[in-house]
């Protein structure tokens, strides 16, 4: 093969990987995009705009220890930056509010999520955006989309026993922020 021919194959084979890589991940991208924008047209503003960046810098991503964990900080780059631009990134509008109540509803399991008895899902949202970045990122992996632990270890860049470590103390640090009775709450666990 000429060195041509070498190049060429290998950026379809960056390409390839690329788009596997993205399928991959962009339910989770999306995922924080729904929970920080609550606003359709910005969800899909920051996917396009995840995607096109790891598009243009492919081969950095591939050398970074854990490709998943760069691109889980550029997607949480883009979405701060589409919240602060747009001032989504307080409590959510009124009108997308139900989106928001139905996927902590459908949260996994959802009666580890919110202390027994607490029906107003706008305090809980509030509570989720107070809590710090590693937690935040903990909750809406694996209690807004489901995500697995080892999963959640390759987007974080961390341990299986990091990341279920930190989904112990952000659940703890939520339900104080909910003034939840934290004795109570683990007999539930």
């Known amino acids: 093969m000429t060195s041509d021919d070498e190049w060429t194959s290998s950026v379809r084979a960056h390409r390839l990987s690329y788009e596997v890589f993205c399928n991959e991940h962009e339910r989770a ?3 924080l995009a729904r929970a920080r924008l609550h606003d359709h047209r910005l969800v899909e503003r920051a996917v396009r705009d995840i995607r096109d960046e790891l598009r243009h810098r492919w ?4 050398r970074e220890p854990a490709p998943a964990g760069y691109a889980w900080m550029v997607a949480k780059r883009h ?12 409590a959510p509008p009124r009108a997308v509010l139900p989106d928001w109540e139905r996927a902590l509803r459908d ?27 590693r937690q935040y990122d903990m909750i809406v992996l694996r209690y807004a989309l489901g995500l697995a632990y080892p999963a959640i270890a390759v987007h974080l860049g961390i341990t299986e026993a990091g990341a279920r470590t930190t989904a112990a103390q952000g659940l703890d640090k939520l339900h104080r922020l909910l003034g939840a009775d934290t004795a109570a709450l683990e007999d539930m666990q």
């Not at 081969?59 to 591939?62: D, E, G, S, V, Y």
């Not at 979405?79 to 307080?90: H, M, P, S």
């Not at 959802?110 to 509570?127: S, T």
């Open 59 to 62: 081969a950095a991503a591939l």
């Open 107 to 133: 949260a996994w399991p959802c009666d580890r999520l919110a202390p027994p008895g607490l029906d107003d899902h706008e305090r809980l949202h509030a509570a989720i955006l107070r809590l710090p970045e």
């Open 29 to 31: 991208w999306r995922g």
């Open 79 to 90: 979405v701060a930056d589409l919240a602060l631009w747009t001032d989504a990134g307080t």
